[in-house]
């Protein structure tokens, strides 16, 4: 009754995703992941339930879909990264998936009585034998590949983000390191524990979690809404977090134009933007807006987001994301020690500085001058450190 259970939550998953109003591309292929894995799980049921006897026809069909997880995986999280088009060359990811059913297409077509007869036997042909070893090192080697490439996807995607945002502590990728180590457990028990008992229990949980999370799933990205800057706040760092309100925002709008090419700017031209840069932020104090993206900088400055990234690289030696959150920790430190602000907490002049979080202030304040806030401003001599920074 459990394994029917799980059949019936994953396909009832898929009509969840089906229904998803404003599907990007990465939804789609979630919604299709979910279908082919309703479908496995359906075969490995019957597998383990034993009524397989009663479908012959169906023996084999959805054994080979585990070929196609690690793939669906791969492009998956690739397309909720990146805004690109899903083109015809991605197909090529399913050819071993293609190729092995066509070595097993002799199996496949049997009649009903003989098909059942050769499975009970073990398929023990040596023809049989050998496609059944070559399958199974293929369906391992995949899982392998496309789980390494998945976490390759996903280190190139957090540094992207560093390039691109102020802030990050409304961006999420526990969804996706979700998916890897999920899937990464599957494929330890094919490795370890090749028993359809537990292959299925397995697939079973990661079916259902990938599912329950997909329909929820819109977006990266969580905006927060910051509170204003309050003379009551309590002092006390030990506070619970603030809360946060998260509010969908899609994904595939994540910029990904930071191509760097450097050949066309001269070292006149990236020293003119680093001047014109320290003059914007020392004037108008762009780091105190929260949402300060590298687009929006950029846009300011009427520069290429690629051009500023690499004036801020090379002048700095940082990325965009140390940047500007340097400049924030520079201003809250300003504010504090002035005198007129001495009302006010530690944490709404972090606010005040551009910081969307107390998790966020702490963290790149310990950063930036190797102290936690409450120790820092402790110390007298410290209050000095905005001239070094």
Known sequence: M???ASIAISLYLFVLLAVKP?????DKLLMIWQLIATLHLASLYLQVSGNYRQFPNLIGWGDLLALV????????????????????????????VAFAY????????????????????????PYYKTIGIITNICIIISGIIYVLAAIVLL??????ISEEFSTTDKISLNWLRYLIVGIAGIWV???????????????????????????????????????????????????????????????????????????????????????????????????????????????????????LSQVINSKFNKSFYDYINSL??????????????????????AFDCGFNSKSSFNRNFRKFTGKSPSDFFRKPTNLTYHKAL
């Open 102 to 125: 066509l070595l097993w297409m002799s199996f496949l077509l049997q009649n009903p009585a003989q098909k059942l007869l050769l499975y009970d036997q073990g398929l023990s042909s």
């Open 155 to 160: 280190h190139r995607y957090k540094k992207k």
């Open 189 to 307: 028990f094919v490795i370890f524990y090749p028993k359809a008992e537990s292959i299925y229990f397995s697939a079973s949980l990661y079916i259902c979690f990938i599912g329950f999370l997909g329909v929820r799933q819109q977006q990266i990205f969580k905006t927060a809404n910051t509170s204003s800057r309050s003379a009551t706040e309590h002092p006390n760092f030990s506070t619970p977090k603030e809360n946060l309100a998260e509010e969908p925002a899609n994904v595939a709008l994540m910029p990904n134009k930071i191509k760097y090419d450097w050949s066309s700017l001269t070292d006149a031209e990236a020293e003119s933007i680093f001047q014109q840069l320290n003059r914007i932020m020392a004037q108008e104090k762009l780091y105190k807006n929260a949402e300060l993206t590298l687009s929006k900088l950029a846009e300011s400055l009427k520069l290429k987001d690629a051009v």
């Open 22 to 26: 404003n599907k990007i591309t990465a």
């Open 328 to 349: 924030r920790v520079d201003e809250c430190v300003k504010m504090i020690v002035d005198e007129k602000n001495q009302n006010y907490t530690l944490l709404s002049i």
């Open 69 to 96: 997880h690690g793939p669906f995986l791969y492009l998956y999280i690739l397309h909720l990264t990146t805004p690109i088009k899903f083109s015809k060359k991605k197909l090529l990811h399913f050819l071993p």
């Open 2 to 4: 459990l394994y029917f």
